[in-house]
């Protein structure tokens, strides 16, 4: 296992990261198989585990306390996150921490963040109504907190802003970096500006929820070449993950300048539809209950990618989980990591204009009798 100095700790560069567990048919967290990934990772090196508040609804600190209880407390490094950008503001930011230091069954964090602090919730993470910084910081010097920093999808205006505010209080930054963020999403520019402070940084979303899963090892490689990252998530959701990535990290193997190259050529032509990585953080807050992320990646099916398979999903849902039963209240739009205007994805999805799946099977049957007459030559 490659291993970094982490705010003075000999942590694993590899993190799992908590939230895409493995799941049962039903949705619930597969505990069994968690627990065999856990003893996995631990035999492999890896040393760091993080988890969230709205992980698989909540249940993501619950299942991981209870499982690593058979661990020492000293063993591996636990990170959580407060929920500043839920805007959970029928509950204050002791309330939810003894809460969480329950649910993880642990009497202190060695990381915790503040979760997203973007454009629309730093204000919320700096309003002295609520006191959050303050309250952890406090925390901090309890002994509860051991290092305090925050994770960013914010654009790089609001990134600098916040660190000219705080680098004295916050002691590493979490980032989406990959490489099709390198440009898609600033990135660079990002990894460049947190470099100029010393800050350590965590990554989230290397292989981008999934998108860039043809060439897993040549995505963390990629991620191998820069000195200021510390950790890197990965949300793995089988052992087979896993193992695939012990394997990527057992040795800092660091991706070549040709390498390099071809791989950001590559993330050019990746540069189409909408940039949804299936976080799920926008189902939790839609009246609808809409399944958001599958409906955009039907969305992108279609617009994108021309697939025919989008009618015969469309079909197969009730008609108050159509893309038209959005209702455009924004609610969805104001937690999006990726900055997406779903509602605007939502009308112009239920606009579009697509052959039924009974349509296209009659054009279909109908081309293969007439091949079958002889009315088609080969």
């Not at 090196?45 to 709205?54: M, Q, V």
């Not at 992980?55 to 000293?74: A, F, I, N, T």
């Not at 989008?310 to 209240?329: T, W």
Request: a negative charge; proline letters at 5%; aromatic letters at 10%.
């Amino acid at each position: 296992m490659i291993y970094t100095d982490f705010c003075g700790e000999k942590t694993s560069l590899l993190g799992l990261g908590g939230m895409r567990l493995p799941k049962l048919e039903n949705g619930e967290i597969d505990k069994p198989q968690v627990a065999e990934m856990l003893e996995h990772a631990f035999s492999g090196g890896l040393n760091y585990i993080d988890t969230a508040w709205p992980y698989h609804d909540g249940k993501s600190e619950l299942v991981l306390g209870e499982l690593l209880e058979k661990y020492p407390r000293e063993s591996y490094f636990l990170a959580d996150k407060f929920p500043g950008h839920q805007h959970l503001k029928d509950s204050h930011p002791q309330e939810i921490f003894e809460k969480q230091l329950k649910k993880c069954t642990t009497e202190y964090y060695d990381f915790y963040l503040l979760h997203n602090v973007a454009e629309r919730t730093a204000g919320v993470y700096e309003d002295p109504q609520w006191g959050i910084i303050e309250h952890f910081l406090e925390q901090k010097k309890l002994g509860r907190i051991r290092y305090l920093g925050f994770s960013c999808h914010g654009r790089v205006p609001l990134l600098k802003a916040f660190l000219e505010r705080h680098s004295d209080e916050m002691e590493f930054c979490q980032i989406q970096f990959n490489y099709l963020d390198w440009t898609l999403q600033s990135a660079k520019e990002k990894y460049e500006l947190l470099k100029s402070y010393n800050m350590p940084i965590i990554v989230m979303e290397p292989i981008r929820g999934g998108k860039l899963a043809d060439d897993v090892d040549s995505a963390f490689r990629w991620i191998q070449r820069f000195d200021q990252i510390r950790v890197v998530l990965s949300g793995m959701s089988n052992p087979e993950q896993l193992g695939q990535n012990l394997r990527i990290f057992s040795e800092r193997k660091p991706l070549g300048d040709q390498e390099t190259e071809k791989l950001l050529e590559k993330a050019e032509s990746l540069k189409q539809g909408v940039p949804c990585t299936r976080c799920e953080y926008c189902k939790a807050g839609c009246p609808m209950q809409l399944d958001i992320p599958e409906l955009i990646a039907a969305y992108n099916d279609a617009k994108v990618y021309k697939s025919i398979n989008v009618s015969m999903f469309l079909e197969s849902l009730p008609e108050d989980k159509l893309p038209g039963a959005c209702i455009g209240c924004g609610a969805c739009e104001g937690i999006c990591p990726q900055k997406i205007d779903i509602p605007e994805v939502m009308r112009e999805f239920a606009g579009m204009k697509l052959d039924s799946w009974a349509e296209i099977c009659k054009q279909r049957n109908e081309a293969a009798k007439r091949i079958e007459n002889g009315e088609y030559k080969s």
